[in-house]
T-cell receptor
Framework: AQKITQTQPGMFVQEKEAVTLDCTYDTSDPSYGLFWYKQPSSGEMIFLIYQGSYDQQNATEGRYSLNFQKARKSANLVISASQLGDSAMYFCAMRETNQAGTALIFGKGTTLSVSS | EAQVTQNPRYLITVTGKKLTVTCSQNMNHEYMSWYRQDPGLGLRQIYYSMNVEVTDKGDVPEGYKVSRKEKRNFPLILESPSPNQTSLYFC?????????????FGAGSRLTVL
């Protein structure tokens, strides 16, 4: 079973609009971190935002916020006021504290296209 | 600037010719890891290291070797590359190994094996 599921292969949004990228996860580890990374066409992986499993409040970083719903095992990324430079692939990822190797487990990604 | 540096960024080689992809971090991180990214398969962990002289296999270790002789360096060695190792490779590091630690990635190394 997939541990990280991103159901939107592609999303389209106009500049200045908000967009939500969906992510659900599956784990039995009580201690884990949830991450979003951006991969532009140049290929690098850019860290955007982190949410800990014990955090009570949703994480925010500038225009990025993470809508964390623990009971639903959901960690959606909200980008407010989209910009052309936001066009990229976005990955949701999870890191389980008690998993050997503590690898970052990635979803398959969502391609976001922002138009003017 | 805090960063993970990988070299080379791009490499075309032939089957069987040994190559090393270097990785260095300047953040005094204990944990380092290698991933490969392939279309349709996403990112998969190859090897990881919890600290100096401590390395272990990830999900796809076949055909790769690593070493961690110094804290800052974690090279990936392909002893006899094959075409199925054509991929985009990422080195990453974090301060610790728990789920609370953010992994910082290098810029990626695009490898083609002919």
């Amino acid at each position: 079973a997939q541990k990280i599921t991103q159901t939107q292969p592609g999303m389209f949004v106009q500049e200045k609009e908000a967009v939500t990228l969906d992510c659900t996860y599956d784990t039995s580890d009580p201690s884990y971190g949830l991450f979003w990374y951006k991969q532009p066409s140049s290929g690098e992986m850019i860290f955007l935002i982190y949410q800990g499993s014990y955090d009570q409040q949703n994480a925010t970083e500038g225009r990025y916020s993470l809508n964390f719903q623990k009971a639903r095992k959901s960690a959606n990324l909200v980008i407010s006021a989209s910009q052309l430079g936001d066009s990229a692939m976005y990955f949701c990822a999870m890191r389980e504290t008690n998993q050997a190797g503590t690898a970052l487990i990635f979803g398959k990604g969502t391609t976001l296209s922002v138009s003017s | 600037e805090a960063q993970v540096t990988q070299n080379p960024r791009y490499l075309i080689t032939v089957t069987g010719k040994k190559l090393t992809v270097t990785c260095s971090q300047n953040m005094n991180h204990e944990y380092m890891s290698w991933y490969r990214q392939d279309p349709g398969l996403g990112l998969r962990q190859i090897y990881y290291s919890m600290n100096v002289e401590v390395t272990d296999k990830g999900d796809v270790p076949e055909g790769y070797k690593v070493s961690r002789k110094e804290k800052r360096n974690f090279p990936l060695i392909l002893e006899s590359p094959s075409p199925n190792q054509t991929s985009l490779y990422f080195c990453a590091s974090s301060l610790g190994r728990s789920g609370a630690n953010v992994l910082t990635f290098g810029a990626g190394s695009r490898l083609t094996v002919l």
